[in-house]
């Protein structure tokens, strides 16, 4: 295959070059002026060639909460949004991915139905230090790109840690040589802002103020704090607080933050209700610049999208309180941050391909075969025509969350085709061109 007359975003350049790509079955085989010598052509005249996405944080349920979301229609939905690599998080399938057992029967499961790449994290939640700890991280080590942990956790099949918990997982994380992601919302601030929240009202506002700022940033401060007394690995999951962010400035800790966060807050909640609930909740006004500012800097590694779909009831029991706490996301980062970063000036060319590809590429272990446009790499690539735009509508998401809070936005950009290992796997024309099992695990490279 050869991939002529498109502009490419090359790794380290804030310009899109006028190159042709050629691929040798899943491989990028050469990248150069004038390329023949295929008889497979894919015009990209007008195109941007983009790598392609890394969603590094998605929930895609399964097996056990399939009527939420299961790997087929998840994976459909990142392939459609320009995602060739996700990474699905250990707590919201039954069983829950904190045992080599539980993930080789979760392999199992999932096998036949991902349509793009994907890596696995593992979970400790606090259960494990009953029955299981530390011998559940080594099992997991050797397929796992890294641990989620949470401070705080709303799941009864996968709770807390709480800090000395925390201080072993980075240990032993440290030992095994990954690093490990943590929910930050502090548990003792939750905890009573939560009763206190509950008796005021069921109104948007209420929930973010039993979860504001406050909570995030004494999550992160004792999270910064054991990583000193440590020496660990740490992540930062979905940083919605500009104050959380900065605390990474300083410190030798990582973290993501995702579109719902730079682009709502409070007063959206407010208005769009439901949709829009996520654990931690968007934040107050100012956070917003702030946090694509951090983004832009490198302070904040790269953006996830949290993709947390549910069915409509759960979305609609009357209560804030009782609402599903997440949205789909995969389908939409990708052309967001392209949209809202880099076509409003917001992020340069260089950084949108690091912070929705290479950034996570990099930090999990994956950059010998994902995250750029480079020769010997996997042909993972995604064809936009940026003068065409669209608009998010829910109900034609091939994700089974229907939901999202950017109902009816339009956004500046339109995926034409998503390639991965060589293959179109989607055409905005066709929609899905290869079948459940065509997504393969990926596991983290040695060296
Ligand atoms: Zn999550």
């Not at 948007?204 to 995030?216: F, K, L, Q």
């Not at 020769?375 to 065409?388: E, I």
């Amino acid at each position: 295959m050869i991939i002529k007359n498109g502009r490419v975003a090359l790794p380290g350049e804030n310009d899109f070059q006028a190159v042709d790509i050629r691929v040798e079955g899943e491989i990028i085989a050469e990248i150069g002026s004038d390329l023949s010598g295929d008889d497979e052509v894919i015009d990209a005249e007008g195109l941007f060639v983009l790598p392609g996405g890394i969603d590094p944080h998605v929930h895609f349920d399964d097996p056990g909460f399939t009527d939420r979301e299961d790997f087929y229609h998840g994976s459909c939905h990142a392939a459609f949004g320009g995602i060739t690599t996700v990474i699905d998080m250990p707590c919201t399938s039954i069983p829950s991915v904190i045992n080599g057992r539980n993930l080789l029967e979760k392999l199992k499961i999932i096998e036949n139905k991902a349509v793009v790449d994907f890596g696995m994290f593992g979970g400790v939640p606090g259960s494990s230090f009953e029955e299981g700890f530390p011998a559940c991280m080594e099992e997991l080590s050797g397929h796992v790109l890294g641990f989620k942990t949470y401070f705080i956790s709303g799941m009864e099949s996968f709770t807390r840690v709480n800090h000395f918990q925390f201080k072993k997982v980075l240990e032993k994380a440290r030992e095994l040589v990954l690093p490990v992601l943590l929910h930050a919302e502090d548990y003792d601030y939750v905890s009573d802002a939560t009763v206190s929240s509950m008796k005021e009202g069921v109104s948007p506002i209420n929930y973010y103020r039993s979860r504001p700022e406050a909570a995030e940033v004494l999550a992160v401060l004792s999270a910064v704090e054991l990583v000193k007394e440590t020496g660990a690995n740490l992540h930062i999951v979905h940083i919605g607080t500009a104050r959380a962010g900065e605390l990474l400035r300083d410190n030798d800790v990582t973290g993501e933050t995702g579109p719902h966060y730079l682009e709502f807050d409070v007063r959206d909640f407010e208005r769009i209700g439901s949709p829009l609930k996520c654990t931690p909740p968007v934040k107050l006004p100012e956070n917003k610049e702030r946090l694509w500012k951090l983004l832009d800097e490198g302070v904040i590694s790269f953006v996830a999208s949290d993709h947390a779909p549910c069915t409509e009831d759960e979305k609609n029991t009357g209560s804030i309180w009782t609402e599903y706490s997440g949205i789909p996301g995969c389908g939409t980062l990708l052309p967001y941050m392209f949209s809202e970063g880099y076509m409003r000036g917001r992020i340069s060319l260089q950084r949108l391909v690091e912070v929705t590809s290479e950034g996570a590429a990099r930090r999990y272990g994956l950059f010998k075969r994902k995250g750029s446009i480079e020769a010997g790499k996997d042909a993972d690539l995604v064809l936009m025509d940026p003068v065409k735009s669209w608009i998010v509508k829910g109900k034609e998401f091939y994700s089974k969350g229907k939901i999202t809070p950017f109902e009816g936005m339009e956004l500046k950009g339109l995926i034409v085709k998503t390639i991965l290992r060589g293959k179109v796997i989607y055409t905005a024309e066709e929609g899905i061109k290869v079948e459940g099992g065509y997504g393969r695990l990926v596991k983290k490279e040695a060296g």
